[in-house]
């Protein structure tokens, strides 16, 4: 039906194509960051074809994780791992079509419309045959119900080699504790078996020190968000934690959050921070923005002087991890899983909430952009307890009911008007 990866290698193509052509001719928000937009979506093409040419060598496997795994127990086994929850995302900014022809497959084979786009698009995905071969399967039971559906019925279309993992819904020392257990007791052993080597554990604290390199770059570069006005556009803030995520241990991820925190303390230094447009709002986007549409931030900077910055792209409560021994490596990249974008709406709304609030405080801003994604029990669940904290606080707050893979749900025409009335409005 299909050829694994030939869709991907596509847009991977178009991608390098605008890479060097937002390098070149910039959209007004971005001109004074044309080199480092081209720096971070280069590494998104390096990084899916080094995907690609895993699937060709036999010497390697590509690792699909799901989100509360990160990258680096993976790089120590010399695999190239995929975020499958990612991966649509990959899709969505650069051909709906993609998106669509994978939806709808789903939906063809049974899966009903109402469950999560990122869910239906994976089962999409197989049904296609666009997954990647020479791979294996490793997931886990968080963030939510609708990955606990779609993985079982991804992994009886591949039948590829599959681990389970239990994620814990508590938060704190115990549950990572119990988490790195898991990927001591079940993950290694699953990893030494499906790629036939052996735990190298110097070879790990290799690829978990340069992850804390990287980790390093990231805080800096989110610190300076604080700044007033902060640099950048939102479409380019979100970036470093992406990348982070998707290639935590790799030198080429650490490399390019080297450049961009360079560059972010030298404008910090200089106080060089204002970008083409005045600041004159600061929105905290909570949960995933419009990834349909990237270009929706440059338009509000333009248009409205609002500047986004993304909760499940900071790092705010991450943490690096204690290279002293296998345990302790294990529950920092345990402890980073656990955090990391969605999973972290495993535990209680009451603490998602919390920490919204912390990183509301921390960036200064001046009203939350809540999405409430199609399917998503988590943050739609949210909402009575966001709209309430919203007006014991007196912060406004947009709640956007949109897809973030798919544009039909709610197009960007349809977004910017409700935006606009928002700041014509509760804003003005
Ligand atoms: S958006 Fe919500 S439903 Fe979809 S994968 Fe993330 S946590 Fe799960």
Redesign the pocket.
């Known amino acids: 039906m299909g050829t694994p990866f030939e869709r991907t290698m596509t847009v991977t193509n178009g991608l390098s194509l605008l890479a060097e052509e937002m390098r070149k001719n910039p959209p007004p928000a971005l001109e004074p960051y044309g080199d480092l937009v081209w720096l971070m979506l280069n590494d998104m093409v390096v990084h899916y074809e080094e995907v690609a040419a895993a699937m060709a060598d036999p010497s390697r496997k590509v690792a699909m994780i799901q989100f509360g795994l990160m990258p680096q127990l993976f790089y120590a086994f010399d695999c190239a791992p995929l975020s499958l929850?990612f991966y649509p995302t990959f899709f969505s900014g650069l051909d709906q079509s993609v998106i669509h022809a994978f939806l709808e497959s789903a939906e063809e084979a049974g899966l009903p419309p109402e469950v999560?786009s990122?869910?239906r698009f994976l089962v999409g995905a197989a049904i296609n045959e666009e997954f990647p071969s020479n791979s294996f399967f490793a997931t886990t039971s968080c963030?939510?119900d609708?990955?606990r559906i779609a993985y079982p019925i991804i992994k009886e279309i591949l039948q590829c080699p599959t681990i389970y993992l239990d994620a814990p819904f508590r938060h704190g020392r115990d549950a990572v504790r119990y988490y790195a257990g898991q990927l001591k007791n079940h993950l290694i052993p699953f990893l030494e078996e499906a790629t036939g080597k052996k735990l190298d554990i110097d070879r790990l604290r290799e690829t978990a020190v340069e992850s804390n390199r990287a980790f390093e770059c990231m805080l800096d570069i989110n610190e300076t968000f604080r700044l007033k006005p902060m640099p950048y556009s939102g479409y380019l803030r979100m970036m470093p934690f992406m990348r982070y995520i998707q290639g935590a241990g790799s030198p080429r991820v650490t490399q390019a959050l080297g450049t961009f925190r360079d560059d972010a303390l030298q404008r910090a230094k200089e106080g060089q921070t204002q970008g083409p447009f005045e600041e004159k709002y600061r929105v905290l986007w909570v949960h995933?923005p419009t990834i349909y549409d990237p270009s929706i931030f440059d338009w509000m900077e333009e248009e409205l002087g609002a500047m986004v910055v993304a909760h499940l792209s900071v790092p705010p409560i991450l943490e690096p991890i204690d290279t002293s021994s296998l345990e302790t490596i294990l529950e920092g990249v345990a402890w980073q899983g656990l955090d990391m974008t969605?999973s972290i709406?495993r535990v209680e709304t009451e603490k998602f909430v919390e920490w919204t609030l912390m990183a509301y405080e921390d960036y200064d801003a001046d009203c939350l952009f809540v999405t409430q994604?199609v399917?998503?029990?988590?943050?739609c669940g949210a909402r009575g307890m966001i709209e309430k904290v919203g007006r014991d606080r007196q912060i406004p707050v947009l709640f956007l009911e949109l897809d973030y893979n798919d544009s039909r749900v709610l197009s960007s025409e349809q977004a910017r008007i409700q935006i606009e009335e928002f700041f014509e409005t509760v804003m003005a």
């Open positions: 929850e999560c990122t869910d963030p939510c609708g990955t995933v969605m709406q994604h399917g998503c029990q988590s943050i």
